[in-house]
């Protein structure tokens, strides 16, 4: 599912999964600065920058020429 899972290691019963794409995910890397962005790459030739903080995508980038195949965030 293009979609992951924010949970809580405390607190069971407080989840809930955020949908970030349309199509399945390729890859995905979270951001070395502690600022709970999520970068994720899927078969849709979307990248995108999700808040894991607010659960919006904050910026997205679209090329229908090819897929993304891997990511780095710095």
Do not use: W
Request: charged content about 20%.
């Amino acid at each position: 599912s293009p979609s992951y899972y924010k949970g809580n290691s405390l607190d069971s019963k407080h989840c809930e999964f955020v949908r970030i794409h349309q199509k399945p995910l390729r890859d995905a890397a979270f951001s070395c600065r502690g600022d709970g962005l999520l970068l994720t790459a899927a078969m849709d030739k979307t990248v995108r920058v999700t808040s894991m903080l607010s659960n919006t995508v904050v910026q997205r980038y679209a090329n229908q020429d090819c897929l993304p195949l891997c990511l780095d965030y710095y």
